[in-house]
Structure formats: structure tokens, C-alpha cells
Nanobody, 116 residues
Framework: QVQLVESGGGLVQPGGSLRLSCAAS????????MGWYRQAPGKQRELVAS???????NYADSVKGRFTASRDNAKNTVYLQMNSLKPEDTAVYYC??????????WGQGTQVTVSS
């Protein structure tokens, strides 16, 4: 069973940057399209970025141009570089398979708080 561990969140001022990491156990990670999801208080979990096993990416309109997803299949790790952060980016961020209907057990997520 693949386990997912997210890290790299924190408190950052508007306009700042963070880099999230998601480490996966198991050697079948490289075949999956992976996504970064986020869930803000009182809102549904949403997909903000996805990356295929070949490295092709897609982004939600709300983060396009500011977030960049990448992956290192040899390290079973996906990353999310977040720049020009806004208060509305505040959420718990998770990684998992895409689509969500095929999700693996969710990790604990990593909290991102954007506030001055």
C-alpha cells in the first residue's frame, strides 16, 4: 500500500513562496498521474495542480502562473513550488492520485497559511 507524506507548509506573508514536497512509499508511484489538492476550512477539497508520469502539468485557473508542480520518480516524490502566495491560498495541501475517485489513502497534509 502506497503511503503519502506531505511536508513544507508553514506561515508566509502575502507575496511569499513555499515549496511543498510529497514523498510516497512503494515503487509503483512513477506510473501515476499525481495531483496537489487543497482544502480550506468549510470548503471542499479541490485539485490545484496535476502532473503526469512524463511531467506534463495542468493547473487550476486560480493558481496558474504562480504554482509549479514537478516530480522526481526516482525519489518517489512530487513537489509544488508556490510563488506570489495570496491569503486565499490558505489551506491544508495534500498530494494524491488523479482523479480523486482513484485516490490512495490520504496523508496528513501540510498546512499553508498566508497572512501578514
Amino acid at each position: 500500500q502506497v503511503q503519502l507524506v506531505e511536508s513544507g507548509g508553514g506561515l508566509v506573508q502575502p507575496g511569499g513562496s513555499l515549496r511543498l514536497s510529497c514523498a510516497a512509499s512503494g515503487n509503483i508511484f512513477s506510473i501515476y498521474t499525481m495531483g496537489w489538492y487543497r482544502q480550506a476550512p468549510g470548503k471542499q477539497r479541490e485539485l490545484v495542480a496535476s502532473i503526469t508520469r512524463g511531467g506534463s502539468t495542468n493547473y487550476a485557473d486560480s493558481v496558474k502562473g504562480r504554482f509549479t508542480a514537478s516530480r522526481d520518480n526516482a525519489k518517489n516524490t512530487v513537489y509544488l513550488q508556490m510563488n506570489s502566495l495570496k491569503p486565499e491560498d490558505t489551506a491544508v495541501y495534500y498530494c494524491n492520485k488523479v482523479p480523486m475517485s482513484a485516490a490512495l489513502p490520504w496523508g496528513q497534509g501540510t498546512q499553508v497559511t498566508v497572512s501578514s
